[in-house]
């Protein structure tokens, strides 16, 4: 019989033979993993779990809730909370940070996650999903502040996502690579299915809102008339075209055979920097993307260089294969037109 890694054993081993990872953040990452299990079983009841539609209220970046990120938000809450392994968090759904209640344990690190990324997706049966990234939190005083937060994705020590589509697979990395997890139903387990995952460096596939188009900034139109331009064009080659509207939906494609994926700052609200969010979206992403070989910029400098200045700020994104990524950074830096 061929040997199985399940996430614990995978996690285990990178604490005990690798020393990569303190036993408290690998507490962190399978109580993360388990409530994303609790996420994963809500969207597959749909319609029979009382779990579609909106909940009728906002959060604090104006956007409508819908049921499904509340129930998430609050399922990795109430799994996170009470373990020792955490100080504080911080998610897409809720105004400010979230102390770990005194009652329990603190402990050094500081969690923060977009409970369901893709709510669009919710009501029409497409792939959507959670996304964490894991900082520690800064030595010298005691409690948590926000501005705590507020630290580059560089200094990130755990991220990943987990995607609810066909199948439920949890993507990580604890600055080793990139693992793949693919939830086995039966056993209630997550198994590793794939290790040192590696973007290709070149790819004939681009992931973009076109319906924007006409409010990009001209490097970003340049690079995408290029590509529709196809064999005839400047790139002599055709392009395909995909759009999830889940970024953890379009960036797994990514992960598994490349492309490049784009929310860029555009016209319409020119002080808005973007439309995806620096702390639990882009650096998170940026971090897996880079880990596996690829590249991720705001088209001008790396992600995870960027220093945060709100615990909600939001970010340009440029990710995928680094070739492809280069050159996007490049029309930037260059401020050219066609
Ligand atoms: P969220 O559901 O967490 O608010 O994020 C949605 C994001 C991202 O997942 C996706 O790539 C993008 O919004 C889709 O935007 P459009 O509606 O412009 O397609
Ligand atoms: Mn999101
Ligand atoms: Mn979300």
Redesign the pocket.
Known sequence: MSKQVSLSRYLVEQQRVDGLIPAQLRLLIEVVARACKRISHSVNKGELGDVMGSAGSENVQG?VQKKLDIIANEVLIEANEWGGHLAAMAS?EMDSIYLVPNRYPQGEYLLMF?P?????NIDVNVSIGTIFSVLKKPDGHPGVTEQDFLQPGSQQVAAGYCVYGPQTTLVLTVGDGVAMFTLDREQGSFVLTQENVKIPADTKEFAI?MS?MRHWDTPVKRYIDECLAGKEGPRGKDFNMR?I????A?VHRIMTRGGIFM?PWDKREPNKPG??RLLY?ANPMGWLIEQAGGAATNGRERILDVQPTQLHERVSVVLGSKNEVERVTQYHLEGTST
Request: glycine share 4%.
């Open positions: 956007e897409e977009d369901l990324d893709g709510s669009s809102n924007n759009w509207a889940s970024m953890v379009d929310y439309k995806l979206e």
